[in-house]
C-alpha cells in the first residue's frame, strides 16, 4: 500500500521540478506594442501620424506608450515579469517600422501580440467609442513570407479586450473588426490592435478628457481593462495554456495543486 503523504511528497517534488523546465521550453506570454513612437526635431513630418497634436493638446505616440507602462505594472502586480513574461516593442518615443514590431514578436515566439492606439478624428460628432482590430488573413506580403494565423483565436482575443473597454469606461461598442494592418498580418501570434477612445477634443462625452484632466485621467483603467480581456482569453483556452496557468502561481498555488494531486493518486493506491 502506497499512502497519501508519500503520493504528497511525490507529486510536490514532480509539480517544483516541473515548473523551472515549463519556463524555460517557451517564449514570453505577450508582446505589448504601444503604436508609434518617434522623436526626429529636423524632421517632424517623418513621425507622422503618431506625433500630430490635436486639440487637447495630445500625441498620439504619448498616450499609447503610457497606456503600455501602465499595463506594464498591471502585469508586474499579477506576477508577470517583463522579459520573462511580457515583452514590449518599446518603452521610450522610440521609432520602429511596423515589420520590425512583428518580427520581434515572432522572434520570441511570443504567445500573443497587443497594438496599443487610439482613434481620432475631424467629423467631431459622428465617431465616437472603442474598437479592436484583427487580421483579415488576406495575402500579403511580410519580410520572410505570408504568415498565417488562428483568425478564430485572434477574434476572440478582440472580442473580449473590446468588450471590456466598453464596459470600463461606457463608450459605444464600435465592435471587433477585421483589417489588414502589417503589424498584425505580419505576426504569427494571435493579435489584435486597440483603439481604446478618439483623443481629439469635441465629442459629447469629450473622451479626451480621459487622458487631459489629472481628476479623470483613465490611463491605469484602459491598462486594466487591456490587461482584463487578455486575461479572459488566456484562461478561456483551457487545457492548452496549461503553462500560463502554472508558471504564474506562487509557492503556495503549487502546493495546494500537489495536495489536490496527492490525494487523488493517494486513493488510487490505497489498499
Not at 464600435?174 to 494571435?190: P, T, W
Not at 489629472?214 to 478561456?236: C, F, M, N, Q
Amino acid at each position: 500500500m502506497r499512502s497519501k503523504y508519500s503520493s504528497l511528497s511525490f507529486v510536490v517534488f514532480t509539480v517544483l521540478s516541473v515548473v523551472p523546465t515549463i519556463h524555460a521550453q517557451f517564449g514570453p506570454d505577450l508582446c505589448i506594442d504601444p503604436g508609434h513612437g518617434c522623436s526626429n526635431p529636423l524632421n517632424p513630418d517623418s513621425c507622422k501620424p503618431g506625433n500630430l497634436t490635436y486639440i487637447s493638446g495630445f500625441q498620439e505616440k504619448d498616450i499609447n506608450l503610457n497606456v503600455a507602462l501602465a499595463l506594464k505594472d498591471t502585469l508586474e502586480q499579477h506576477g508577470f515579469s517583463t522579459g520573462m513574461h511580457i515583452v514590449y516593442t518599446r518603452l521610450s518615443d522610440l521609432h520602429m517600422e511596423l515589420q520590425e514590431r512583428a518580427d520581434f514578436a515572432n522572434s520570441l515566439e511570443a504567445d500573443a501580440f497587443i497594438s496599443i492606439h487610439h482613434n481620432a478624428s475631424t467629423t467631431l460628432t459622428t465617431y465616437q467609442g472603442s474598437e479592436t482590430w484583427y487580421s483579415n488573413n488576406a495575402t500579403v506580403t511580410c519580410v520572410g513570407g505570408y504568415y498565417g494565423q488562428d483568425r478564430s483565436a485572434s477574434d476572440t482575443l478582440a472580442r473580449k479586450v473590446v468588450s471590456r473597454l466598453v464596459k470600463e469606461f461606457g463608450y459605444r461598442n464600435r465592435g471587433h473588426k477585421e483589417a489588414d494592418f502589417e503589424v498584425l498580418k505580419c505576426s504569427k501570434m494571435v493579435s489584435t490592435l486597440t483603439e481604446a477612445s478618439f483623443i481629439n477634443d469635441g465629442f459629447f462625452d469629450n473622451e479626451a478628457d480621459l487622458f487631459h484632466n489629472p481628476l479623470l485621467d483613465h490611463t491605469e483603467e484602459e491598462a486594466k481593462a487591456i490587461y482584463d480581456g487578455w486575461r479572459s482569453h488566456v484562461t478561456g483556452q483551457g487545457f492548452g495554456n496549461i503553462r500560463y496557468e502554472y508558471q504564474n502561481m506562487g509557492l503556495n498555488d503549487i502546493l495546494q495543486v500537489a495536495v489536490t494531486l496527492g490525494d487523488q493518486f493517494g486513493d488510487d493506491y490505497d489498499s
